[in-house]
């Protein structure tokens, strides 16, 4: 008898877990931002990101930064900033994404959730050079959204 519900009570802790959707936000990102606003740090990476002062953001992530938001129905707002001060707000969880020209060679994996490469381009000593954006850790529900968008698009620099 012990056995018969110590094996029921594991199956309902199993589907208890499953229960909560897959993947998921702990913090919430993707709810937040669909239909909210979308906090993204740009850094200055021409032609990937051109982020001026004084003047609305440019560039190719720029561009698919704008095209996902629409799939959410959400504002951008754009935070600018160096590579280091950007991907700190965003472990602080004052940022959903970070553009600016990263790859996926970033040293900023160990803060960040870098999305799959969505484009390839070759460096100047003519190597691969796979672009990535980065996300926050742990918000995966975000990330596959996000990266699912990313790799419906021909990205051409």
Not at 39 to 55: I, K, L, Y
Not at 80 to 97: H, K, T
């Amino acid at each position: 008898m012990a056995r018969i519900l110590g094996g029921l009570l594991l199956a309902a802790l199993l589907l208890t877990g499953c229960a909560g959707g897959f993947p998921a936000d702990p913090d919430g990102t993707l709810d937040r931002v669909t239909g909210g606003v979308l906090r993204v740090g740009v850094s200055e990476n021409p032609p990937w990101t051109v982020a001026g002062p004084d003047t609305d953001p440019s560039g190719l992530e720029v561009d698919l930064v704008r095209e996902f938001a629409a799939t959410r129905d959400a504002e951008v707002e754009w935070v600018p900033g160096s590579e280091e001060v950007l991907l700190g707000r965003l472990e602080r969880g004052e940022l959903d994404l970070v553009v600016g020209g990263l790859t996926k060679a970033s040293p900023w994996s160990d803060q960040a959730a870098l999305t799959y490469p969505y484009a390839t381009v070759l460096d100047p000593e003519g190597a691969p050079e796979p672009h990535v954006m980065a996300a926050p850790l742990g918000e995966n529900g975000f990330l596959v959204a996000l990266e699912t968008f990313l790799l419906e698009q021909e990205v051409r620099p």
